[in-house]
């Protein structure tokens, strides 16, 4: 395999998938959302409106892909690597036919190729069973100290410096997130104004510092295969599953944790049986959820599609789907975990990559310890048994 060209592909991947992140910057109908929601006017005030056009040439990224793949088809290159990077130009073009029809029908049903529906497993009882033993390997949050600001990003920057070098990752505040915190390329993100508990940073550390950040910088270590660095859609059922997971081996998921994680599935589901925003909203506020933790959810949830309901941006599933997908794939593969810290991949790239690991050579940079010693590894025993016992032929 000639390395150089698999280096030039990359790249040129790389290229491809710039400024279609847009779906971690959403635009919004503003004046609709003040009318609803005039209570939340402040944090209104610092979403993007639905007027507001996406930096992208549309055409122009098409006919680029359209000549990438063409050099693809004549490349010296492994069938299997084509048919991935194929694959990634795919969801490319999925993601570019979002952005033409934000806000409308057609966002749903492209979104849903992406990232499928809650549809089909509503009725699913094996499925229902799964999310009702969760809770026995939840913990109780025990930390009393609660932190803010600079206090709160100073003791994750130091939770993260027990595995990552200093000078590959920093925590950074940020007001405009639809989430408690978020990770970046090389980036943590915090609200400043949130006061959280050492128990939830853990939750972060492990969540999007191990998992989102980890595979991200240890991507963009991989020389002779720098197309792992690169995020596609794909990606993110094994990366939220794979976040999920080790929140619960590590012993950082709390039941109130769980709980908002299976909110956060229940309010798509909702939204795609035809709830409008506020119905979720009000849903989530009765759930005991805070004003405006209900409200950031909400929005996650219609991102990009109306706010009458009936749709819903399918993403939000991936935290569950994933999560069982993978016990699933680990058991069923006979694999580790450290094979997926490699960068961003899909289940099939990872079995591809398992395939041809001496041909690859994908090297791991950062592997957090804690997920090796034998407590950890008998949480995820049991996890991916459980798994197993009930979706013996496959989750999806």
């Not at 395999?1 to 635009?27: E, I």
């Not at 059922?237 to 929140?247: D, K, N, S, V």
């Not at 950062?366 to 950890?376: G, I, K, N, Q, S």
Request: hydrophobic content about 40%; glycine content about 4%; overall charge negative.
């Amino acid at each position: 395999m000639d390395k150089k060209l698999v280096k030039d592909l990359s790249t040129q991947l790389k290229d491809l998938a710039k400024d279609l992140s847009f779906l971690g910057h959403p635009r919004y109908p503003i004046k609709d959302l003040l009318l609803l929601f005039p209570q939340h006017k402040t944090f209104i005030g610092e979403l993007e409106d639905i007027s507001v056009p996406f930096p992208v040439n549309v055409s122009q990224k098409r006919k680029a892909m359209d000549t990438f793949l063409m050099e693809l088809a004549k490349a010296d290159v492994p069938f299997s690597l084509k048919r991935i990077f194929t694959q990634r130009v795919q969801d490319y073009h999925l993601l570019l036919s979002m952005m033409e029809n934000f806000d409308n029908i057609f966002f749903y049903d492209h979104c849903t190729e992406l990232y499928g529906t809650s549809h089909k497993l509503a009725k699913n009882n094996a499925f229902l069973y799964f999310l009702e033993k969760i809770p026995e390997y939840c913990m109780p949050d025990t930390s009393l100290v609660k932190l803010q600001g600079e206090e709160a990003r100073s003791y994750l920057r130091t939770r993260m410096l027990e595995t990552f070098d200093a000078k590959d990752f920093e925590v950074k505040p940020s007001t405009s997130l639809l989430s408690d915190s978020s990770a970046g390329r090389r980036t943590l993100k915090l609200n400043p104004y949130k006061t959280y508990t050492t128990g939830h940073l853990d939750i972060f550390l492990v969540h999007e510092g191990w998992v989102h950040l980890g595979t991200s910088i240890n991507g963009s270590f991989q020389e002779d295969n720098p197309w792992l660095s690169t995020w596609a859609p794909r990606t993110t059922f094994l990366q939220e599953g794979l976040a999920i997971i080790t929140e619960l081996i590590t012993g950082c998921m709390t039941l109130e944790r769980w709980n908002k994680v299976v909110l956060r599935h229940l309010a798509t589901s909702m939204a795609e049986r035809g709830s409008s925003i506020t119905d979720v909203y009000e849903y989530l506020r009765h759930h005991e959820m805070e004003d405006l933790d209900a409200f950031k959810l909400a929005l996650r949830v219609f991102r990009g599609v109306p706010l009458e309901g009936g749709m819903a941006f399918t993403k939000e599933l991936l935290y569950l789907h994933g999560m069982i997908e993978l016990l699933y794939h680990l058991h069923f593969f006979k694999t580790d975990l450290r094979s997926l810290w490699v960068g961003k991949i899909s289940f099939e790239e990872h079995i591809m990559l398992m395939d041809h690991w001496e041909l690859m050579s994908p090297k791991v940079k950062y592997f957090p310890a804690m997920l090796e010693t034998p407590e950890v590894q008998a949480r995820l025993q049991k996890l991916k048994e459980l798994s197993f016992s009930l979706f013996n032929h496959g989750f999806l």
